[in-house]
């Protein structure tokens, strides 16, 4: 039995008082700048520190995370390689996949780092049920599948109880990138994407969606706000 059974699907943190955090659509970003400025905004966070979602679409590339082989990088070619903090092995991020990554306190929250996991899981599968797409997990390898192709990655950091890194979910993208490598780590794997399986052409239809189902799993009234000062924030991170 999944370690997520108990949970119930978009029930999250319905029962306690929302908290106020705020959203970001970030757009189309580098890579680099935004994983900087998550770790300098995490690292200089209080206890008082609003919660935060940040939304984007990445440049292309590929990210090997801290237990990730080089050998599952199998042909790189032209997109570029980097090595980063989050768990987990390899993965492609490029336009057309929403990348979501919340910055949480689970201290505050009152959630444990599986509990979390279960919960940006979930938050996927509801949205996909939003476009009839029936989707699940598979015990002992993190993320969200359809049937034997994976369309949801994990990939998470917890410094000082609060999070960084997050969600990869294939919306309407060019998956050949992924022949590629052998994404997390499983020679084979097959991907799919949600546009494959009839739903919309475009991220920006799903993005509003994937925001509503986080705040609810986590029972966050999310406000919006401008995107950050990536420079800003990568600069406290050298800094730090």
Same mark, same amino acid.
């Given at each position: ?26 757009? !189309?970003? =580098? ?16 206890? $008082?520190? @609003? ?12 990210? #090997?995370?801290?237990?990730?082989? @080089? ?6 070619? $032209? +997109?570029?390689? #980097?090595?980063?903090? &989050? ?10 996949? *929403? ?11 009152? *959630? ?6 279960? &919960? *940006?899981?979930?938050?996927? *599968?509801?949205?996909?049920? /939003? ?7 598979? /015990? ?12 949801? =990655?994990?990939? +998470? !950091?917890? !410094? ?19 022949? &590629? +490598? ?6 084979? #794997? ?6 494959? #399986? ?9 993005? @509003?969606?994937?925001?509503?189902? +986080? ?22 991170? !050298?800094?730090?």
């Amino acid at each position: 039995m999944s370690a997520c059974a108990a949970l119930p699907a978009g029930d999250g943190a319905a029962a306690a008082p929302l908290r106020d955090a705020l959203f970001r659509d970030l757009g !189309r970003v =580098a890579y680099a700048p935004v994983w900087r400025a998550m770790q300098g905004f995490t690292d200089a966070r209080g206890d $008082d520190t @609003p919660d935060e979602v940040w939304c984007v679409e990445h440049d292309p590339v590929f990210t #090997l995370g801290q237990a990730g082989k @080089p050998e599952h990088v199998l042909a790189p070619g $032209d +997109i570029p390689v #980097l090595k980063v903090d &989050r768990g987990g092995q390899v993965t492609y991020h490029g336009p057309g996949q *929403i990348v979501a990554y919340p910055l949480l306190d689970l201290r505050r929250l009152k *959630i444990g780092v599986r509990d979390y996991v279960c &919960r *940006i899981e979930q938050a996927m *599968i509801d949205t996909l049920a /939003d476009w009839n797409v029936h989707a699940q997990r598979r /015990d002992g390898a993190p993320g969200v599948y359809v049937g034997d192709a994976k369309i949801g =990655a994990l990939g +998470i !950091r917890v !410094r000082h109880g609060c999070t960084f890194h997050g969600l990869a979910f294939n919306i309407a993208m060019d998956l050949s990138p992924f022949h &590629r +490598i052998n994404p997390c780590g499983y020679a084979g #794997l097959r991907v799919t994407s949600l546009h494959d #399986l009839g739903g919309p052409s475009s991220a920006d239809a799903v993005k @509003p969606v994937l925001r509503d189902h +986080i705040a609810r799993q986590f029972g966050l009234r999310l406000q919006d706000a401008p995107p950050p000062d990536l420079a800003l924030l990568s600069a406290a991170n !050298r800094a730090a």
